[in-house]
């Protein structure tokens, strides 16, 4: 199946600080990305859904000023969380629909998630 | 956002029994997913679902596109211990660009 791939796998920062999360399709062109946030024990909330070259669409309850979204080409989205705080860590997932051997395909595959823990 | 009833929340099998959990909605899915997530990592496909009626295996796992396409199913035959894990169904919602997931199955196998 199709790769994509997330960095960092962890971070630990201090409150205040920002925090970049790096989503990558490996080995396919991903037009649509979607970023997560999933609390212990609790299913995939989305966050927001980025097409490449455009502004991210945020999902209600979601400050788009905190958690920033670039999606600069079709195989990278990254997610800035900025100025962090404690009440943000959490698991961060990626996931990326795009296309498979040329042919747009409604399959959506994820990234290893990143674990942000904010001191 | 978008209601997705997944069932039941957790079971505890023996190494050895079939599972069954579903997912049922009031709307619409074009496309219905299953996922399994071990402790820490992101959600790994199992299984997709393209048209109602659909019924799809992969392996010991076999998934269902209900006929209404408002619901999915997913069965694992002959559990081991290493299906533990939470299994989650999305569906990805007709005329919309985004997929809901379910809350989880969360499957202990006892050997």
Request: proline letters at 3%.
């Amino acid at each position: 199946g199709a790769v994509v791939s997330q960095h960092p796998s962890w971070v630990i920062c201090k409150s205040g600080t920002s925090v970049k999360i790096e989503c990558r399709s490996l080995d396919f062109q991903a037009t649509t990305m979607f970023w997560y946030r999933q609390f212990p024990k609790q299913s995939l909330m989305l966050m927001a859904t980025s097409n490449e070259g455009s502004k991210a669409t945020y999902e209600q309850g979601v400050e788009k000023d905190k958690f920033l979204i670039n999606h600069a080409s079709l195989t990278l989205s990254t997610l800035t969380v900025t100025s962090a705080h404690p009440e943000d860590s959490s698991f961060y997932i990626c996931s990326a629909k795009g296309h498979l051997g040329g042919a747009t395909t409604g399959e959506l595959f994820f990234g290893e998630g990143s674990r942000l823990t904010v001191l | 956002g978008q209601q997705l009833n997944q069932s039941p929340q957790s079971m505890f099998i023996q190494e050895g029994e079939d599972v069954s959990m579903n997912c049922t909605s009031s709307s619409i899915f074009n496309t219905w997913l299953w996922y399994k997530q071990d402790p820490g990592e992101g959600p790994v496909l199992l299984i997709a679902l393209y048209k109602a009626g659909e019924l799809t295996s992969n392996g010991r796992l076999t998934a269902q596109f209900g006929i209404t396409r408002k619901d999915s199913f997913l069965n694992i035959s002959a559990s081991i211990p290493s299906d533990v894990g939470i299994y989650f169904c999305a569906g990805l919602l007709y005329n919309f660009n985004k997929f809901y997931f379910g809350s989880g199955t969360k499957l202990n196998v006892k050997p």
